[in-house]
């Protein structure tokens, strides 16, 4: 059963930066093709970055290109995401989770807790 943590959230002003980590555990983990995803009240949940399982691909959703950047530990099995450039559009619960290289949603069935980013004006 994979297990995936998330840390990082917060709140912070517009044009701040938060970096976001996930431990993932129950899977194997190296050869996962890993992504972010978001969800905004009322929103449905969208895939905003992935990255491939040895860390030489990553893709963005067009709307935090340039200011999102993902990575990886495959050592520590862990997945991270620097935003830079935060704006009050960006506020959502974050979620990491399994994704397809050719950056389309292919998560696992279980998802962690998520953690919550607000960017305030």
């Known amino acids: 059963q994979v297990q995936l943590v998330e840390s990082g959230g917060g709140l912070v002003q517009a044009g701040g930066s938060l970096r976001l980590s996930c431990a993932v555990s129950?899977?194997?983990?190296?050869?996962?093709?890993m992504g972010w995803y978001r969800q905004a009240p009322g929103k449905q949940r969208d895939l905003v970055a992935t990255?491939?399982?040895?860390?030489?691909?990553?893709n963005y959703a067009d709307s935090v290109k340039g200011r999102f950047t993902i990575s990886r530990d495959n050592a520590k099995k862990t997945v991270h995401l620097q935003m830079n450039g935060l704006k009050p559009e960006d506020t959502a619960v974050y979620y990491c989770?399994?994704?397809?290289?050719?950056?389309?949603?292919?998560?696992?069935?279980?998802w962690g807790q998520g953690t919550q980013v607000t960017v305030s004006s």
């Open positions: 989770n399994r994704g397809r290289i050719d950056f389309g949603p292919w998560p696992f069935d279980s």
């Open positions: 129950g899977a194997a983990f190296s050869i996962l093709t």
């Open positions: 990255i491939s399982s040895g860390g030489g691909s990553t």
